[in-house]
């Protein structure tokens, strides 16, 4: 294949030229037989000229060619920077951060076409001669405060020193901070940087071109248990990301996804959705265009033709079973050329008699299986070759030969392995790159652990449960690592293991199926699952495993899957589940009381888990344990109990708060205000959860005054990002209070992001929540000013967001879309997100929740309704606003209710 001329340092330091623009994988998309699809790049392309969409969306199911498409579409466009997430149905080719797009998608251009990138460096040149530094003296030739390096433009800094005499110091550059590292970019400046700057220069240098981003497989990368899943994803990005330029298009191939709601959403009219109908004429047309080309392959029909077989007329008879999944098609060729190279005449009979094709790829895969287990014994099918499908099947990830084997219970029988690894490379590849094993196609594992196999009486031999092959390879990291996790290298199994042990419980039928059910699987084995229930509790329990996961990956995996197993034990053992709750809460506080912090803390649990709605009760029990002297006294040292119970008060303060306990709240916080050896830092905490709780009241002045202290006594610590989140709650309770103007509190707002911009933001922190927080006060300010593009803006930049994406909270969007609709002037549709947010029977209730903001919710349901023509029920929104608890914040809306009332009334 040709590609476009790339600037001379493309690969100098940076990525291969095969590794930047995917070269090998495109190539083996194209490698023949490959069909042009015109008439569906005709179709796409139909939307690159004069349109406002901006996101064309190639949706359809598993093996209709969208990969193919997208690899094809890249030749189609000269300037096409592509991101391909799958190398295949089952291995990841990139991880789908958005800023890992970003920076791909801006490497490409550079290399493509320098020039958009203003091709002169960036240079700093500083020449200083200096008689003389005396002693006690210092000399800088250049100081900055920051300076950030754009990643897709050299950037040389050459200072020069001549100094006659030196007694004192001298120094080239000082700089407090130096931005080098792209990864550290905010994806908002990152987008600047890769592709909204080029797109603006390419429109003023060649009116007529057009950079068309490809991106490939975004179904994969929201899998659960998918390689490379993070909260900021191009999911994300491409929901959040704003208009972008006429002379930019980006066309996006997925399978049917729930995830590809968040980007119709956020995307609205900029986005068209193109489906893939494997039925349509022309998708069965190319399938046979396929048919033909593999047909007339001179090697392969002179294969068939030698064993009697005709090739055009059995290739032709595939492609009518196939209809226009290339899938099947291409699924048939690889188990045909298998049987040819291992002259199996029986297989390849069966696979090339017309009247005996199967019906579906389902029927594919057993006719595949029904030959391999008629070949061997049941002894060689029970021992070797159903462990090994089995494995590869629950695998998390592709596993090397020697841990597949040891996994499957097969390290002793390497060699009857090693051949029925070869007699079922029908099913099963090998990475060329690495060596690491994985079924062929996604389509083999649905097949394999489906309850639709089990059920049929001519494919259950060949089902693999998922609740006993889970469990076996859980119990064999444990046998090898359990008793010594500190030494443990394998990533594998640090990250796995839980997830294998949650999904054996959770794939376990509590029940004999009904009648006439599909599912043939009775309750599991009672002793199995208490068996890997307990498993499960126990390693949760171990510090070695918290600690060293924890040091070699991101401690929020770890609480997060403590949920999921806090949840999975509350149905399947429920006795077992406060021993997670305990074992995480020993966890944060042994990290908490250590002279810093360790990864597992207070400030790490409350990321992970406060602001999620399926973790309350679990977080409560957390809490409840590491804030008990009893408790705490049993895991850390005596001496330490008071600061770590201290700082998990406060984490129990905030909690209550959030969750409407205000008064509760309160009285921690009275406990607390009694500790005359609380730190600087405690103090502005203390004060800011005190202020808070009087906002909540209607306090309003003696809430500003404890903010201001709360941001002194946080400076005082040397906390910058805290005494700017106190700060910025202060001006907050200054406009509610009239005493900031709107464009006085949007400057504070505008000010803090700037610096939460320039500070390290990772998952969790909270420069990481405060920067979320501070986009959703300028969307509230926009909403209450009325300032529509201000509003449209900020949501976008909230859908977005990585600390929401992580929160897992449905809420915030319903509630966002919500406000944002009724600003718009669109009541029914803002009725439609009130009703989901508080629930259809909302309207119902003698007492509304006693949740903060609940006055506001109901205010405004009650504006929408009474805009779509509803006004009864827009009354009893009102009154309900008004039965709403005093210390919820409802002061600042019951007025604005009681107005509407007597002016329907």
């Known amino acids: 294949m040709t590609l476009p001329a790339q600037r001379s340092d493309a690969s100098g330091g940076g990525p291969s030229a095969d590794d930047l623009f995917s070269l090998a994988l495109i190539d083996h998309h194209l490698a023949e037989p490959f069909i042009p699809r015109t008439w569906l790049a005709e179709r796409i392309e139909a939307h690159f000229g004069p349109s406002p969409y901006r996101i064309l969306l190639v949706t359809g199911p598993a093996g209709v060619g969208k990969s193919a498409l997208a690899a094809w579409m890249t030749q189609r466009h000269r300037l096409s920077p592509r991101y391909f997430l799958r190398v295949d149905s089952r291995v990841a080719h990139a991880c789908g951060d958005a800023a890992d797009l970003l920076l791909s998608i801006g490497r490409q251009l550079a290399a493509l076409r320098p020039d958009l990138f203003d091709d002169s460096p960036v240079r700093i040149d500083i020449d200083t001669e200096i008689d003389q530094v005396s002693e006690g003296g210092s000399h800088t030739a250049l100081e900055a405060g920051q300076i950030t390096a754009n990643p897709f433009k050299p950037l040389s800094i050459r200072i020069r020193q001549r100094v006659g005499r030196l007694a004192g110091r001298s120094t080239g550059i000082a700089v407090d901070r130096l931005d080098a590292d792209p990864e550290q970019l905010a994806p908002r400046h990152l987008q600047r940087?890769?592709?909204?700057?080029?797109?603006?220069?390419?429109?003023?240098?060649?009116?007529?071109?057009?950079?068309?981003?490809?991106?490939?497989?975004?179904?994969?990368?929201?899998?659960?248990?998918?390689?490379?899943?993070?909260?900021?994803?191009?999911?994300?990005?491409?929901?959040g990301c704003p208009t972008l330029p006429e002379n930019v298009r980006i066309m996006v191939t997925s399978r049917p996804h729930f995830k590809l709601h968040e980007i119709v959403v956020g995307q609205g009219e900029r986005l068209h959705?193109?489906?893939?109908?494997?039925?349509?004429?022309?998708?069965?047309?190319?399938?046979?265009?396929?048919?033909?080309?593999v047909a007339g392959d001179a090697e392969f029909a002179a294969a068939l033709r030698s064993r009697a077989v005709n090739p055009r007329h059995i290739v032709h008879a595939v492609a009518g079973r196939a209809a226009g999944n290339f899938l099947f098609l291409v699924s048939w060729v690889r188990a045909v050329r298998n049987a040819l190279e291992d002259d199996r005449v029986d297989d390849l009979r069966a696979l090339t008699y017309p009247d005996g094709l199967p019906a579906d790829l389902d029927g594919l895969y057993e006719q595949l299986l029904f030959r391999i287990h008629g070949r061997t014994t049941d002894g060689e099918w029970d021992e070797v070759r159903h462990p090994l499908l089995a494995t590869l099947a629950v695998a998390r990830a592709p596993l090397p030969e020697a841990r597949l084997l040891h996994w499957a219970g097969l390290a002793d029988r390497r060699r009857d392995a090693r051949l029925a690894l070869r007699d079922l490379r029908q099913l099963v590849v090998s990475d060329q790159d690495d060596g690491t094993l994985r079924l062929f196609h996604a389509s083999v594992t649905r097949f394999l652990?489906?309850?639709?196999?089990?059920?049929?009486?001519?494919?259950?031999?060949?089902?693999?449960?998922?609740?006993?092959?889970?469990?076996?390879?859980?119990?064999?990291?444990?046998?090898?690592?359990?008793?010594?996790?500190?030494h443990c290298e394998d990533d594998y199994a640090l990250t796995h293991v839980l997830g294998h042990l949650i999904a054996a419980l959770d794939a376990a039928p509590d029940v004999a199926p009904d009648a006439g059910s599909d599912d043939a699987r009775g309750p599991a084995d009672p002793t199995a699952l208490a068996a890997c229930a307990a498993s499960l509790a126990t390693v949760i329990e171990d510090p070695a495993y918290a600690d060293t996961r924890a040091a070699r990956q991101d401690p929020l995996d770890l609480f997060t899957d403590c949920l999921a197993a806090h949840r999975v034990l509350t149905s399947a053992a429920p006795g077992l589940a406060p021993r997670v709750a305990r074992a995480v809460a020993a966890h944060a506080a042994r990290a908490e009381a250590r002279d810093t912090p360790g990864p597992l803390g207070a400030t790490a649990l409350q990321a992970a888990l406060v602001y999620r709605t399926d973790a309350d009760a679990f977080y409560a029990a957390v809490l409840a344990c590491a804030a008990d002297r009893d408790f705490l006294s049993a895991h850390i040292?005596?001496?330490?109990?008071?600061?770590?119970?201290?700082?998990?008060?406060?984490?129990?303060?905030?909690?209550?708060?959030?969750?409407?306990?205000?008064?509760?709240?309160?009285?921690l916080l009275a406990e607390l205000a009694?500790?005359?050896?609380?730190?600087?830092?405690?103090?502005?905490?203390d004060l800011y959860d005190q202020g808070y709780a009087a906002f909540l009241r209607g306090e309003i002045r003696p809430a500003h005054e404890l903010m201001v202290r709360s941001a002194d006594a946080a400076r005082e610590a040397g906390n910058e990002v805290s005494a700017w989140v106190s700060r910025s709650i202060a001006a907050q309770f200054a406009y509610y209070g009239g005493r900031l103007s709107a464009g006085g509190y949007e400057r504070e707002l505008t000010d803090m992001d700037a610096f939460l911009e320039s500070v390290p933001r990772p998952a969790g922190s909270m420069a990481e929540r405060f920067r979320m927080n501070c986009h959703a006060h300028l969307f509230d300010l926009a909403l209450l000013e009325g300032d529509v593009p201000l509003a449209e803006r900020e949501r976008r930049v909230l859908d977005a967001d990585p600390w929401i994406r992580?929160?897992?909270?449905?809420?915030?969007?319903?509630?966002?879309?919500?406000?944002?609709?009724?600003?718009?002037?669109?009541?029914?549709?803002?009725?439609?997100?009130?009703?989901?947010?508080?629930?259809?029977?909302?309207?119902?209730?003698?007492?509304?929740?006693?949740?903060?903001?609940?006055?506001?919710?109901?205010?405004?349901?009650?504006?929408?309704?009474?805009?779509?023509?509803?006004?009864a029920e827009a009354v009893r929104a009102w009154r309900l606003a008004l039965n709403t608890p005093d210390h919820t914040a409802a002061w600042l809306w019951k007025p604005r209710a009681r107005q509407l009332l007597a002016e329907t009334e």
């Open 674 to 685: 009694r500790d005359d050896t609380a730190t600087a830092a405690q103090r502005s905490t």
């Open 806 to 871: 992580r929160a897992q909270n449905p809420m915030y969007h319903l509630r966002f879309d919500a406000r944002l609709a009724l600003l718009r002037g669109e009541a029914t549709r803002a009725c439609d997100h009130y009703e989901e947010l508080l629930g259809a029977d909302a309207l119902e209730a003698r007492e509304p929740p006693p949740s903060e903001g609940m006055a506001r919710d109901l205010l405004d349901y009650g504006r929408a309704l009474s805009a779509a023509g509803r006004p």
């Open 449 to 486: 652990t489906s309850p639709e196999t089990d059920a049929d009486e001519n494919r259950w031999l060949y089902y693999v449960d998922p609740v006993i092959h889970n469990q076996l390879i859980a119990d064999r990291i444990l046998d090898t690592y359990g008793s010594d996790w500190a």
């Open 273 to 293: 959705e193109i489906r893939i109908d494997p039925d349509a004429a022309e998708a069965v047309e190319d399938v046979r265009a396929y048919a033909e080309a």
């Open 193 to 239: 940087l890769a592709l909204l700057a080029p797109a603006k220069a390419l429109l003023k240098k060649d009116p007529d071109a057009r950079i068309v981003v490809i991106i490939d497989a975004l179904d994969e990368l929201d899998e659960p248990g998918a390689p490379g899943l993070r909260p900021d994803t191009v999911t994300g990005w491409l929901a």
């Open 637 to 667: 040292p005596g001496r330490r109990v008071p600061h770590v119970r201290g700082e998990f008060l406060r984490t129990q303060a905030g909690r209550l708060r959030r969750n409407g306990a205000v008064a509760e709240a309160e009285a």
